[in-house]
Nanobody, 120 residues
Framework: QVQLVESGGGLVQPGGSLRLSCAASGFSFSSAAMNWYRQAPGKERELVAAISSRGDSTNYPDSVKGRFTISRDNAQNTVSLQMNSLKPEDTAVYYC?????????????WGQGTQVTVSS
């Protein structure tokens, strides 16, 4: 059974930092590309960070580039998102996502999400 369990969300003041973690189980973690998405109320879910299966390639949208850093530990089956210089517009539910190769197709899995609120 595939599980993605996020943790580390909470309330932080503007300019502060948070570190989100996602613990994965039930699939070959080292084979999966991992992403973090977020969804704010009334908005579509958007990609905020992506990392390749080996961790040698990352990608960020301009809105978070230079502030967010994604990393992974394939020995511990975890992926993390370090968020610095947080802004009120970063407030959202953050989701861990796995794109898992299975035979000749990919399967997509989502965590339950963790709330991040940036407010003074």
């Amino acid at each position: 059974q595939v599980q993605l369990v996020e943790s580390g969300g909470g309330l932080v003041q503007p300019g502060g930092s948070l570190r989100l973690s996602c613990a994965a189980s039930g699939f070959s973690f080292s084979s999966a590309a991992m992403n973090w998405y977020r969804q704010a109320p009334g908005k579509e879910r958007e990609l905020v960070a992506a990392i390749s299966s080996r961790g040698d390639s990352t990608n960020y949208p301009d809105s978070v580039k230079g502030r967010f850093t994604i990393s992974r530990d394939n020995a511990q089956n975890t992926v993390s998102l370090q968020m610095n210089s947080l802004k009120p517009e970063d407030t959202a539910v953050y989701y861990c996502y796995a794109r898992v190769p299975v035979a000749l197709v990919f399967r997509n899995y989502w965590g339950q999400g963790t709330q991040v609120t940036v407010s003074s």
